[in-house]
Structures are given as structure tokens and as C-alpha cells.
């Protein structure tokens, strides 16, 4: 099969519809007797992805660029940045949000500056605690909101 960025990005398109309606599936509410729910709308957006991304899987179009899978320096940056906020909200039930914010947004901040030196690392440790503290006391403190504390 010949990959254009139609197939891609209509592979991206259904596989998102297809976990928003399974994602709908999940979902609990109070059943009325009339009323279809909160789960009416998404679970019609997710069919309308799901058919709009095979159609475009299927889609012929004449000027249509091949897709090449090559690593840039800002596309390594990128998926490095998707990988990271993966494992962070893996690790935030289980680490707890301290933790795993912390670890989170220092590796980051070390890894997207050009300059890696000593003082780099102290910078971004610090500005991973700066940022998480802040963070926390605003969320916590005065919002209230009760942030995942970890397993461990």
C-alpha cells in the first residue's frame, strides 16, 4: 500500500474516533426514561471520526506527497517531548503528582535547552521545584483540588 499523508493522517483520525467511542462505553450516568444520555454526542463525533478518517485511508488523490519517516533534530525533540508526557501520566497515580511533576518537568526543561552543562541541570531541578510548588500550593491549597498522592 502506498502511504500518503492522506492514509496517515486518516489512520491517526480513526484510531482517535475508535478510542473516544470505546472511551464512551466507560462512561456512567443517571438513565432518565427519554433522555439518550451525555454520551449521545460523543459517541456520534467518534463515528463521524471513525468514517471520516477511512475516508480518508481510502481517498485517491492525484497530488499526493509519500509520507518519509526521517528523524530531524525537531522531530527527535518531539517525540522525546510525547514520550516523556506518556511515562508522566503513567507515573502520576503512582508516583503521586509531586513526584512525577517534578521529574517531569526537569528532565524536560533539561532536555529542550541547547546548552547542557552543570549549571544546566541545576536550573532546570530548580526550576522543576519552582514550578511544582507553585503549582501545588495553588491547586491544593487554594483551589481545593485533591491531587493523586501516589501509591507508594
Not at 28 to 51: E, K, N, Q, W, Y
Not at 76 to 86: D, K, N
Request: one cysteine or more; hydrophobic letters at 55%; charged letters at 10%.
Amino acid at each position: 500500500m502506498n502511504v500518503s499523508q492522506e492514509r496517515v493522517m486518516g489512520i491517526v483520525v480513526a484510531v482517535l474516533g475508535l478510542l473516544m467511542f470505546l472511551n464512551t462505553l466507560t462512561m456512567s450516568f443517571m438513565m432518565l426514561a427519554d433522555d439518550p444520555g451525555p454520551t449521545l454526542l460523543p459517541r456520534v463525533v467518534s463515528i463521524a471520526l471513525v468514517l471520516c478518517g477511512v475516508g480518508l485511508i481510502f481517498y485517491k488523490s492525484e497530488g499526493t506527497k509519500r509520507v518519509t519517516f526521517t528523524l530531524t533534530k525537531n522531530s527527535r525533540r518531539m517525540v522525546v517531548s510525547f514520550i516523556s508526557l506518556v511515562v508522566y501520566a503513567l507515573l502520576f497515580n503512582v508516583v503521586g503528582y509531586i513526584i512525577s511533576t517534578f521529574l517531569f518537568l526537569s528532565f524536560l526543561t533539561w532536555y529542550l535547552t541547547h546548552n547542557k552543562s552543570k549549571a544546566t541541570i541545576w536550573k532546570s531541578l530548580l526550576n522543576g521545584l519552582i514550578v511544582t510548588a507553585v503549582i501545588y500550593i495553588v491547586f491544593s491549597r487554594l483551589l481545593d483540588v485533591i491531587l493523586p498522592a501516589g501509591l507508594l
